[in-house]
């Protein structure tokens, strides 16, 4: 063989090894809101830990503390949500910290900061929070944003009062 034949030949199978054997796979769906998170200043794409496969899905999990209270986070089969646990040292803001998850939370999956995915959250969180107030028991409520089931969660665990919102992905 000569030199450019053997040239041509060694072209022809690293570019056939390449095309057959070195894709790279596109991330999944829970690897891309990670990246979303991060894009809107959530959670750190370092902070996300890897947990069980479910259904052939990666489950994610990450942690977040404040003074005030502690975010849990929760990338998961068809859904992510966040569970905002209150040290109950400052009652009067709380309720608005946690707000503030559950909105970061809609923004990131969605990947959208528009006034009316915010709103909505809004309006499902009072409702939430004021049912639980006259009530004084875990109570839920729940609406689409869009085409996106967005639910609300108040309760008491133990003694710390604990607000998770979940959030529908595909």
Not at 43 to 62: M, P
Not at 69 to 91: H, R
Request: include cysteine.
């Amino acid at each position: 063989m000569k030199f450019t034949d053997i040239l041509i030949l060694s072209v022809i199978l690293v570019g056939g090894y390449s095309y057959f054997f070195n894709k790279d796979e596109p991330p999944t769906v829970n690897e891309k809101l990670i990246a979303q998170f991060e894009k809107y200043k959530t959670v750190r794409k370092g902070d996300w830990e890897k947990g069980e496969v479910i259904d052939s899905v990666q489950v994610y999990t990450a942690k977040t503390d404040y003074p005030a209270f502690q975010s849990v986070w929760l990338l998961g089969v068809n859904e992510a949500s966040v569970m905002v646990v209150t040290s109950g040292k400052y009652p009067k803001i709380e309720p608005s910290m946690a707000l503030g998850q559950c909105k970061n939370l809609a923004e990131s999956v969605m990947d959208n900061r528009a006034d009316s995915i915010g709103n909505a959250v809004s309006t499902i969180f009072t409702t939430a929070v004021n049912t639980f107030n006259e009530e004084g028991k875990k109570v839920k409520a729940s609406a689409e944003i869009g085409n996106t089931p967005f639910s609300v969660t108040v309760q008491n665990i133990d003694s710390a009062l604990t607000y998770s919102c979940v959030i529908g992905i595909s």
